[in-house]
């Protein structure tokens, strides 16, 4: 298996896109709270992106 770092992986524009949209949010954002949901946001949907990706590799090993 050959060893891959997220850093070494490209982001397409879009991807960049909604990375610069989170972080303006992030920025401009003051609510202590909502920084608390937004962040509990970002942890799911990163958990999901790589739960995906992993079930996309097992079946491609299958």
């Given at each position: 298996?050959?060893?891959?770092?997220?850093?070494?992986?490209?982001?397409?524009?879009?991807?960049?896109?909604?990375?610069?949209?989170?972080?303006?949010?992030?920025?401009?954002?003051?609510?202590?709270?909502?920084?608390?949901?937004?962040?509990?946001?970002?942890?799911?949907?990163?958990?999901?992106?790589?739960?995906?990706?992993?079930?996309?590799?097992?079946?491609?090993?299958e």
């Amino acid at each position: 298996m050959v060893d891959v770092s997220s850093s070494e992986i490209p982001l397409t524009i879009e991807q960049q896109f909604r990375v610069e949209r989170a972080c303006r949010k992030i920025n401009e954002c003051n609510d202590v709270e909502a920084l608390k949901q937004l962040s509990k946001a970002l942890i799911v949907t990163a958990a999901r992106e790589r739960a995906f990706s992993r079930v996309v590799m097992d079946r491609l090993k299958e």
